[in-house]
């Protein structure tokens, strides 16, 4: 094919080949596009129709529609659920933004990104995190009122995506901005709100305008994406485990798999990272912003005791909200992130629901970066929107790219150097076990090692004199390494010991000692700059702030870090007392992980009863006696 002339009627394309003039008729292109696994309404780039089409190049759909003059309404979807009980099926509300072609026959591919946040949050009272006298739950407050309303602003998904030909839609979850029910922290209706848009997308649902009248999404293909970070993040894994058609595909960014892993550990009631007291009730008042605030203060006033703050027991509030058991309900493939530097939804998140689409056969890809609760857009900008623009062109558009053949994993070593690996965690990592001896890591040794809890004090600090005695925590360290050593997977930690006291709480961190240049932060660059990646309209701008990495030599880095609740030694469903004094062996993994430690470092495992930072903080004085000869600590390593 040497050459392209311009079509000589609205259904035809001419083209030269070999010095002759071939006509085909659009149905033929179709039916090429069909061979060269193009899906339908999909045209070549080569292709130059006169009716509107979605152009392909590079296996990537390229801008051609205006983003400027894109439709823009709203609709509200109706759902199978009352959550706020007015007798009426709750509706979500919807933003759609879709090319202006598509209300001339043109039919589009959709993303959807559900979220609490369009209209705003409250700032609710915490939960106390110094235990004092259980029972004692913070006291339901309805918020004073919504916040000063804001606009539909997307992320990014609407500004880069719908001149690429595909529709955008911003649903607000329910009990948020203009939709009815009541939030749940991606509770069954939450749920039910974002697979009911689905259905509207596939004909199965019914949707209507501010006046009530009935809307068709009579432009879709049925073929839906969903996308977002944080809950954003999570909504897709929740709508993706109940199986529903239409949802072709899931980017997942920072999401929660499972939220008993978001608020709890092992039976122990354990906070995000610097939101001490927050918890599943908390964030459904946070984010209710619809109208009459009201109507919902049952529904989440009943979250309280179902969620067990008191005991921190897995029961059937958490089993509803955990996703990564349905992955073999997941007819959706799923690209994933995470930060290696998040300790708000921490790594378990992401090994969950990583090994659980592996044994279900699910289509996957993993980005793995050293920020922290970020946008790989940040991290990695343009690298993240061509990857991202080849993955919904694959799922959606049934266009054939490299994009599955690449290797599954993507993961960030140091700021800007990634690697690429078949699966994660490592392969050739094996588990390499431990023992304990006074001060020592590596070896088994015999007696007794004691420390007194005092959670007045900061892991951070009690980490700082690794080489010196202390009556708060138990130090262990291995000889200075003789070459690099990667940890890849989930560290565990076993115990033989008896606990004294009020604190239930056990906690292992593993660090890394030895002067090294660490990442210390990822923040707008000083001075400020801009970088845009995107269509912009006024109040919707393609463009963003430049992030980067800080570092800082540190003498010792906390590498990872696990906790459990001593009551929790044989389920995490049933707590059971301990007998004070008397030896029990407990076992618990810690977070998953992946580190380099350089040659010349020492490897260090540090236990405590509370970690200030994340555990509920009781009474000091629990004295922890740990039995040396049964307990050890297992790290999948590698070299």
């Not at 152009?55 to 509200?76: I, L």
């Not at 922290?185 to 939450?190: C, D, L, R, S, T």
């Not at 929740?238 to 008993?260: E, M």
């Not at 210390?520 to 701008?541: H, L, M, R, T, V």
């Amino acid at each position: 094919m040497t050459g392209l002339q311009s079509p000589l009627e609205a259904d035809q394309v001419s083209f030269s080949f070999g010095g002759a003039t071939v006509r085909l008729s659009l149905l033929t292109v179709t039916a090429f596009a069909g061979i060269t696994g193009l899906a339908a309404g999909v045209t070549p780039a080569f292709a130059d129709t006169a009716r509107p089409h979605i152009v392909v190049k590079d296996g990537k759909t390229q801008p051609t529609f205006s983003f400027k003059d894109a439709v823009r309404e709203k609709v509200f979807v109706e759902t199978n659920v009352d959550s706020d009980h007015d007798g009426k099926r709750d509706r979500v509300s919807v933003f759609v933004t879709r090319p202006k072609e598509t209300n001339g026959g043109l039919k589009v591919a959709s993303i959807l990104e559900g979220s609490p946040y369009y209209a705003g949050t409250q700032d609710p009272p915490y939960h106390p995190a110094d235990v004092t006298d259980y029972p004692r739950l913070a006291p339901w407050a309805v918020p004073p009122g919504p916040p000063a309303p804001v606009s539909y602003s997307r992320v990014y998904y609407d500004n880069y995506f719908v001149s690429r030909g595909y529709a955008v839609l911003a649903a607000d979850t329910l009990g948020t901005g203009d939709s009815d029910g009541c939030p749940t922290a991606v509770g069954p209706n939450e749920t039910d709100g974002m697979t009911s848009v689905i259905k509207w997308l596939t004909g199965k649902a019914t949707a209507y305008d501010a006046h009530g009248k009935k809307i068709k999404a009579n432009w879709s293909t049925g073929d839906v994406g969903m996308a977002g970070k944080s809950y954003d993040g999570t909504l897709p894994l929740a709508a993706a485990a109940t199986g529903v058609k239409g949802l072709k595909t899931v980017v997942s960014v920072s999401g929660v798999s499972n939220w008993y892993d978001e608020y709890r550990a092992n039976g122990g009631v354990v906070a995000p990272d610097g939101w001490e007291g927050e918890d599943l009730d908390l964030h459904a008042k946070a984010v209710l912003t619809r109208k009459n605030l009201a109507v919902c203060e049952k529904v989440i006033r009943d979250l309280e005791p179902k969620m067990d703050r008191v005991t921190g027991d897995y029961n059937r509030t958490w089993d509803e909200r955990n996703f990564a058991k349905s992955a073999p309900h997941f007819k959706a493939s799923v690209f994933m992130t995470s930060g290696l530097a998040d300790w708000n939804v921490k790594p378990v998140q992401m090994s969950l629901l990583w090994n659980g689409l592996k044994k279900a056969g699910v289509a996957r890809k993993l980005w793995i970066h050293q920020a922290a609760h970020d946008e790989p857009l940040d991290v990695r900008q343009g690298a993240w929107l061509e990857s991202l623009n080849l993955w919904f062109a694959h799922e959606l558009y049934g266009v054939r790219n490299d994009i599955t053949k690449q290797p599954k994993v993507d993961l960030e070593r140091t700021p800007g150097q990634w690697e690429t690996h078949k699966d994660w965690p490592d392969p050739s990592a094996r588990p390499v076990k431990l023992g304990l001896s006074p001060g020592t890591l590596g070896q088994r040794g015999h007696g007794t090692d004691t420390l007194v809890d005092d959670p007045s004090r900061k892991a951070e600090d009690l980490a700082a004199g690794q080489d010196k005695p202390d009556p708060n925590r138990l130090m262990y360290l291995s000889p200075k390494l003789t070459k690099a050593t990667k940890l890849s997977g989930t560290a565990q930690i076993r115990l033989r010991a008896s606990v004294d006291g009020k604190s239930p709480y056990l906690s292992a961190l593993l660090i890394d000692y030895g002067a090294d240049e660490r990442v210390s932060g990822f923040a707008p660059a000083s001075p400020p700059q801009k970088w845009c990646y995107g269509d912009s309209i006024p109040g919707d701008e393609g463009c963003r702030t430049v992030r980067k990495y800080s570092t800082a030599v540190t003498p010792f880095k906390i590498v990872t870090r696990g906790w459990t609740d001593v009551r929790n030694r044989h389920s995490i469903s049933v707590t059971e007392p301990v007998k004070a004094g008397k030896d029990y062996t407990f076992s618990w993994p810690m977070q998953p992980y992946d580190y380099v430690f350089k040659p010349g470092h020492r490897i260090g495992l540090m236990l405590l009863a509370t970690d200030h930072a994340y555990t509920l903080r009781y009474p000091a004085g629990t004295k922890v006696a740990v039995d040396l000869r049964g307990s050890t600590l297992t790290l999948p390593l590698t070299g």
